[in-house]
């Protein structure tokens, strides 16, 4: 069966790492880039979900989820982010993402969000829950 | 005879005098209206240093308030990108053993380790908080207009008594930052001093922007103050001067003892920069 080609994006090293040693032994990590240019330029790679922080460096999560789901809308997203509150996760579904994880339970909700989005569902971390769209 | 020219001298004497008279009043009167030149130059350069003094002093205001502002970013910053991230680190650490614990049926310990994830989580929660109070991150990824709303939900849930009406029109969600800021900062400012002091019932706060300019109306039905006396008394009106100076904006305060308030700012609008597609 064909693995899922992920490309992380994360400008914190340390939770690159952990991403990645999340995922690696089920998916296959095409990239792990800090920034939204290197971000575009691995795009090329095709992968099928991109896991995305929404607080980057110079040009945030949102704005590069935009970018991206402008040059193909049938990208899948999923965020991964500190910020556990409603209205980012509005935020990130109006943009057109399919996941909203946050950080603290990487190892709990990470995989499900993944295998939900390479389907086209939406998956959200608990405790929050799915705002009206 | 002598009769005579003791009159024609008189009358001479009398002629000079009021001569004299007369001269010495023209000089006078020509003097006075030097001095009132002279008061009047110096009343145009007492104005014109008292204008630049209250420019200098906004400037200096506005300075300050810019490096506050940079000073709470950079520690608003350091609590999220630094110590939540290793926090959230923390708790999948804790998550993972959990599991594991689960998995073995090691059930006291993942009890204790449930605990200790939901106090991680807490203070991740708690961290976050005290960033977003330090700089609202709203603001930096959602754009003024969610960032205002946000604060109008939180002002709405800690005064149940007071009806709030929120409206924004054609915000653009990549406005300058500094723009995005320094307005977020002063509505916060007027909500406060609402909750403080109107005993308002009604409120509303109305956002609204065209190409060239972005306008913000907060009003309120409450008891009003002096505007004119009331500058420096704790009402940050002075900081909410300085902040719209900061960013070449206006403010008007209409307002009396007794009567609503309706505070107007406008702001010449700015675009963030574009990344590069």
Not at chain 2, 68 to 81: P, S
Not at chain 2, 195 to 202: F, G, I, R, V
Not at chain 2, 249 to 274: E, Y
């Amino acid at each position: 069966m064909k693995r899922i080609k992920i490309l992380l994006v994360d400008d914190n090293v340390a939770i690159l790492e952990q991403i990645r040693r999340t995922l690696e032994a089920r998916y296959e990590i095409v990239a792990a880039v800090s920034d939204s240019a290197a971000a575009m330029e691995k795009l090329n790679l095709s992968p099928d979900v991109i896991v995305l922080d929404i607080s980057m460096g110079q040009e945030s999560g949102i704005e590069l989820a935009k970018r991206v789901l402008n040059t193909d809308p049938l990208r899948r997203i999923v965020f991964l982010t500190v910020y556990a509150d409603q209205d980012f996760v509005s935020a990130a579904l109006n943009v057109g993402a399919l996941g909203y994880v946050i950080k603290p339970r990487i190892a709990s909700d990470l995989i499900p969000a993944i295998e939900s989005a390479a389907l086209g569902n939406i998956f959200i971390s608990a405790p929050l829950t799915r705002p009206g769209r | 005879m002598l009769v005579i020219a003791t009159i024609t001298v008189l009358e001479s004497f009398a002629f000079i005098s009021l001569l004299y008279l007369f001269l010495r009043e023209r000089r006078r009167s020509g003097s006075l209206s030097d001095r009132l030149k002279i008061l009047r130059t110096k009343e145009e350069t007492f104005a014109h240093l008292l204008a630049e003094a209250q420019t200098a002093q906004l400037e200096l205001g506005s300075r300050m308030i810019r490096a506050q502002e940079e000073e709470r970013a950079r520690l608003a910053r350091e609590l999220h990108d630094d110590i939540n991230q290793r926090l959230a680190l923390l708790a999948n650490g804790i998550e993972r053993l959990e599991m594991e614990t689960e998995q073995r049926e090691e059930f006291q310990e993942q009890e204790q380790l449930r605990s200790l994830s939901r106090l991680t989580n807490e203070i991740v929660t708690d961290i976050q908080n005290l960033s977003h109070q330090l700089h609202p991150a709203k603001l930096r990824f959602l754009g003024l207009s969610a960032a205002v709303r946000a604060l109008c939900n939180e002002f709405s849930r800690q005064h149940s008594d007071i009806k709030l009406e929120f409206s924004a029109i054609d915000i653009p969600t990549d406005l300058d930052e500094e723009i995005s800021l320094n307005i977020f900062r002063t509505i916060q400012e007027c909500l406060r001093n609402i909750a403080k002091h109107s005993h308002a019932h009604l409120v509303t706060v109305a956002l609204n922007c065209n190409a060239a300019y972005l306008t913000v109306d907060v009003s309120d039905d409450g008891v009003g103050f002096d505007p004119v006396h009331s500058a420096g008394k704790g009402l940050g009106l002075t900081s909410i001067h300085e902040r719209l100076h900061q960013i070449g904006g206006t403010v008007t305060i209409s307002s009396a003892v007794g009567a609503p308030t309706h505070i107007h700012t406008g702001v010449p609008v700015r675009l963030k920069s574009k990344m590069p597609n």
